[in-house]
């Protein structure tokens, strides 16, 4: 049986993600909800797999690796904190995206730990649209930079963007955050970089998605809105 308020607040995020994304000229098909699952024990993940979900998204790897094992195999495992180098090992066989790529160095490490797995990885790279210094991602402007070293990467895949907008207890006033990233996002799409697929936009969580969809996200991450709120909080 599924757990009735789960299901509750899944159904809830759903029309509010049809509705941001009828707005915005979309159906909610369009839009991958990814339900956030850090903190949160199997036996609760296991609700959102019951109603139907299959993407799921952790920012440790150690709970990324922990949970890998206990739930089915067709969840697809996506990794949304910051990633340390020496920690890629763990996870490049287990991840179907990396949402954190924030450094030439670690995309260098993903594509070599990649190579020895003859995978491809999908990978977004994570901006820091509004520069708050707390937060991990490359600056707007080194964005092409980057892609032109990404793009030289055989075994690494790069899909799209991701951001971290800065928490407001009015999402209206972080539209222009996300307005930001899609124009930078439709910007690369336009100029066709071999190896450069612009498919993701990964913005907005539980306080934030509506407005993130009704700016171009088709990509969600959304946990304290499903689960309820976490015992205790992570970067
Ligand atoms: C925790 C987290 C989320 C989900 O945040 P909620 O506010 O619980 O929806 C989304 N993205 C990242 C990178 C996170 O670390």
């Known amino acids: 049986m599924i757990d009735a308020e789960i299901k509750n607040n899944l159904d809830n995020i759903f029309d509010k993600v049809r509705a941001a994304a009828e707005k915005s000229g979309r159906t909610a098909e369009d839009i991958k ?15 959102v797999y019951e109603y139907g979900l299959r993407d799921m998204g952790e920012n440790r790897v150690q709970e990324l690796t922990d949970k890998y094992d206990k739930l089915p195999e067709d969840c697809k495992w996506h990794l949304i904190g910051h990633l340390q180098t020496n920690k890629v090992k763990y996870i490049i066989d287990k991840v179907a995206m990396i949402h954190s790529v924030d450094s030439v160095e670690l995309a260098k490490e993903i594509n070599l730990r990649a190579e020895k797995h003859g995978r491809i990885i999908d990978i977004l790279l994570q ?60 910007d690369i799409k336009h100029k066709r970089i071999d190896n450069v ?17 009704e700016e171009g996200a088709n990509v969600v991450r959304i946990g304290t809105s499903i689960f309820g709120k976490r015992e205790y909080t992570q970067k």
Do not use: W
């Open 33 to 47: 909800v990814i339900a956030v699952t850090k903190t949160v024990e199997v036996d609760r993940i296991k609700n």
């Open 127 to 186: 901006v820091n649209v509004s520069g708050e210094e707390t937060k991990f991602g490359i600056s707007p402007d080194e964005v092409y930079d980057f892609i032109g070293k990404i793009s030289q990467m055989k075994n690494l895949c790069l899909k799209g963007l991701m951001t971290i907008a800065p928490f407001t207890h009015d999402p209206q006033e972080i539209r222009p955050v996300f307005k930001n990233l899609y124009n930078i996002y439709i």
């Open 197 to 213: 697929n612009m498919d993701y936009l990964s913005m907005g969580m539980s306080n934030d998605f509506e407005v993130a969809i």
